[in-house]
């Protein structure tokens, strides 16, 4: 996955001829190089991961703050994919599909394993499982939205991976807060 991304993306730039991706549009902001594109491309399916285990919580769990955060996470994520979406459209960048088979391999994310075991637990368990896993997700998320904010250059990019820099550690600092006896 991860080489197949890199080619794409290199493949986009020898294709535009220059260093970055997709041009400003006419507007003052800069136009989009291969970190912008990269933290997208592996965002999205990173993003809809955790949609899906945060749908699973909502259903499976009887702990308030279990639901309130994967709700909480489900809902600002969907924005920001379709945020990032639309930057890799304007890019002339395919959106990833949703094959969550392919990007268990990519980096940070859970293995198929992984999403398996947090289905099968119940009750507090489950909750654990979870909480556990979407602690260590969210983390590999903001590192690699801090990697976007030091490597790229379009302005929305760099806000979106601040954005979910902020938000993301603040759910995990409220997942170790809960841990704490």
Known sequence: ???????????????A????????????????NEADAKFSLQMIPHHRQTIDIAKVAMEKSKDEFVIDIADKIATA?????EQMA????????????????????????????DVESIK?????????????ALSRHLRSGVDMAKKAQAEGVHVGSKALASKIVVSQSEVIDQIAAKKKP
Request: hydrophobic fraction near 45%.
């Open 1 to 15: 996955m991860r080489a197949r991304l890199l080619i794409i993306v290199l493949g986009l730039l020898a294709l």
């Open 17 to 32: 001829g220059c260093s970055t991706v997709g041009g400003s549009g006419g507007s003052n902001e800069p136009a989009a």
């Open 120 to 132: 099968a637990a119940q009750g507090k368990q489950f909750d654990e499982l979870f909480l556990a």
């Open 86 to 113: 639309t930057y890799l459209r304007s890019w002339n960048i395919q959106v990833p599909g949703e094959d969550a088979n392919a990007t268990h391999k990519m980096a940070g994310m859970m293995t198929a394993k």
């Open 77 to 81: 994520e969907a924005g920001e994919i």
